[in-house]
């Protein structure tokens, strides 16, 4: 199995678990992040571990650098058989009127553009494969979740979500299936950083086995759908 990964490169974060979930079950994994000294540190240290895993840096909210990654994965462990869309981020924001355009556009573009942009160069593959995505969607946007306080990542993050149902439709006749996953506060070095160590967090070996399991075969029938972590 070949799994593409996007959103790996600092240590303590969701990504660096997920990668750690798949290379446990023998998968060959295609790693990405911003610069390629941070994902190439991440798969340098699984390959320690005698796990194959490829470093590859990318501005995934540039069309371009997004196309020439997929083409370098392809070239170098060939067709994926899943994409995970872990890059992301989130900041408060307030409401409308003490929002800034600059921070909407931030998290539309590290939350929403990353995935699109993944998603769309990677289909090709997954085609192929008949392959699975998995996305990071969030709580604080499932029914029930208002929103207030953070109104550009809960726009991005509910963009986040009608994406993957649109891409499980369009794509059934193809054999892809898209799903994600909405956890609540994830247990990682930034959040402990920002909440403190008594949140009630989820932790990131919870997610990264949530993720596993959306992309193995005990899922193929499961499509279009959100688990809520938390």
């Not at 990677?122 to 969030?138: E, Q």
């Not at 726009?155 to 799903?179: I, Q, T, Y």
């Not at 993720?211 to 029938?221: I, K, N, P």
Request: hydrophobic letters at 50%; one cysteine or more; proline letters at 2%.
């Amino acid at each position: 199995m070949v799994v593409l990964i996007t959103g790996v490169g600092r240590e303590g974060q969701v990504g660096e678990s997920v990668a750690r979930a798949f290379a446990a079950h023998g998968a060959r994994l295609a790693l990405v992040d911003r610069t390629a000294a941070q994902a190439e540190r991440q798969a340098a240290a699984l390959r320690a571990e005698g796990h194959e895993a490829h470093g590859f840096g990318c501005d995934l909210a540039d069309v371009e650098q997004v196309d020439a990654m997929i083409a370098q994965v392809h070239a170098i462990v060939g067709d994926v058989d899943a994409l995970v869309c872990a890059a992301g981020g989130f900041a408060p924001t307030g409401p409308l009127d003490e929002t800034a355009v600059e921070d909407i556009e931030r998290q539309l573009g590290i939350n929403l553009k990353t995935a699109v942009l993944a998603t769309r160069a990677a289909l090709p593959m997954l085609r192929r494969t008949r392959g699975s995505i998995v996305y990071f969607g969030s709580a604080a946007v499932l029914p029930g979740a208002t929103g207030g306080g953070m109104l550009a990542y809960a726009m991005a993050k509910s963009g986040v979500l009608a994406l993957m149902r649109a891409v499980a439709e369009d794509e059934r006749a193809h054999g892809v299936r898209a799903n994600a996953v909405a956890p609540t506060s994830i247990r990682t070095a930034a959040n402990v950083a920002a909440m403190g160590d008594r949140a009630d967090y989820v932790s990131r070996e919870e997610v990264a086995a949530s993720v596993l399991w959306l992309c193995s075969d005990a899922a193929r029938a499961v499509t279009g759908q959100v688990l809520r972590l938390g």
